[in-house]
């Protein structure tokens, strides 16, 4: 696409409340969600009640605003590794000043295409200037499967670790946790799996492994996900003396991990893990493509661990149109496996473990 190869330069343009520049994007148009009624939008109330919502200060800008929005605005290029003088521009509909590009007359079209594929399509196409994306599949079951290793069983740790990590996902009415052992290469192991009832439980797991040494080996280091009960997640972690720590999932547009502060736990970082490009590292690069250092399931993992990898879909989100995974039931242990690869990703980044990958 000749856009992507250029300096991809957006018009932005000032919130007539805070300044603030922005480019126009179809998922900060805002209208009255009372305006269904049963399965069937009001046309009139959506329009009626349609505007857009400023990125920064969340003030309401109407149609009314644009024509000086437009005055004020700039071309920005977005793409710094375009070549030199390699110009591309986009522009959606939300700019024109026209009636029938009126921030209601848009919400509503939408609301009227989005209900069957072409005219979704055309809509995204013509109206936002955004390409269609197909839904593309994650980890087919065949590549699920050969990520069994032969050489292991359940409880079984076949490399002499650098770390072993324990993570968990906490549900509503059990918590799944997995442990992995990381070889001095980088390529991770699941060495075992299972459940408990409550997260408190977790704390009282003693898993051990031998290592083909001899030497004993258990988990120290670890992320507990904070999205259901958060609560008793921070209290855990904070009852573990620094071996699990927090972590939740982000929609952010960049980035793989991050951290921030707990009020009520000002020593105990809480990490952000980027749900999408994680899910990708994991299900594509780790699974499909089989991308080294490699990911290895014990030869005896049940179905009940092998589904929670499987059913994972790319789809274009029909509000931003941008790329995402469909949600999917069951893929607890999946999460924390994504959890794991995040944890030794943060061991490395601050130098407590290396790996000598080639």
């Keep these: 696409m000749a856009f992507l190869a250029g300096d991809q330069r957006y018009y932005f343009v000032p919130c007539p409340h805070c300044g603030e520049k922005q480019r126009l994007e179809f998922s900060q148009i805002k209208w009255d969600q009372e305006a269904k009624v049963g399965n069937k939008w009001d046309e009139d109330r959506v329009k009626a009640s349609a505007h857009y919502e400023c990125c920064k200060c969340h003030g309401a800008i109407t149609d009314g605003h644009k024509t000086s929005m437009l005055r004020g605005g700039e071309w920005r290029p977005t793409n710094p590794a375009a070549a030199t003088g390699r110009r591309s521009y986009h522009l959606n509909s939300l700019y024109a000043p026209w009636r029938s590009c009126s921030f209601g007359e848009l919400a509503a079209k939408f609301l009227r295409d989005k209900g069957a594929r072409d005219t979704l399509q055309d809509f995204q196409n013509s109206t936002m200037a955004i390409p269609w994306e197909e839904e593309a599949s994650g980890a087919s079951e ?35 946790w997995s442990a992995m052992a990381w070889a001095l290469g980088g390529e991770g192991f699941v060495l075992d799996y299972g459940t408990v009832t409550a997260p408190e439980d977790i704390l009282h797991l003693r898993l051990v492994f031998d290592a083909p040494s001899g030497r004993k080996v258990a988990p120290m280091q670890g992320l507990i996900d904070s999205g259901f009960n958060a609560t008793a997640v921070y209290r855990v972690c904070a009852l573990s003396d620094g071996v699990f720590f927090p972590a939740k999932g982000s929609k952010a547009t960049s980035g793989t991990i991050g951290a921030s502060i707990l009020k009520d736990y000002p020593t105990m970082p809480l990490y952000t893990v980027n749900e999408f490009f994680s899910k990708v590292a994991l299900y594509i690069d780790k699974i499909e493509k089989r991308k080294a250092p490699f990911l290895h399931f014990p030869a005896d ?18 509000k931003t149109g941008k790329p995402e995974f469909r949600l999917v039931a069951g893929d607890h242990y999946a999460d924390t496996v994504r959890l794991h690869y995040a944890c030794v990703q943060e061991l490395r980044k601050v130098g407590a473990i290396e790996f000598l990958e080639k």
């Design 301 to 318: 993992a049940g179905d009940d661990f092998l589904n929670s990898f499987a059913g994972q879909k790319i789809i274009t989100n029909r």
């Design 142 to 176: 065949e590549a699920i499967l050969a990520c069994r290793n032969p050489d292991y069983r359940i409880g079984q740790c076949p490399v002499e670790p650098v770390i072993v990590t324990l993570c968990a996902d906490v549900g509503q009415s059990a918590s799944h």
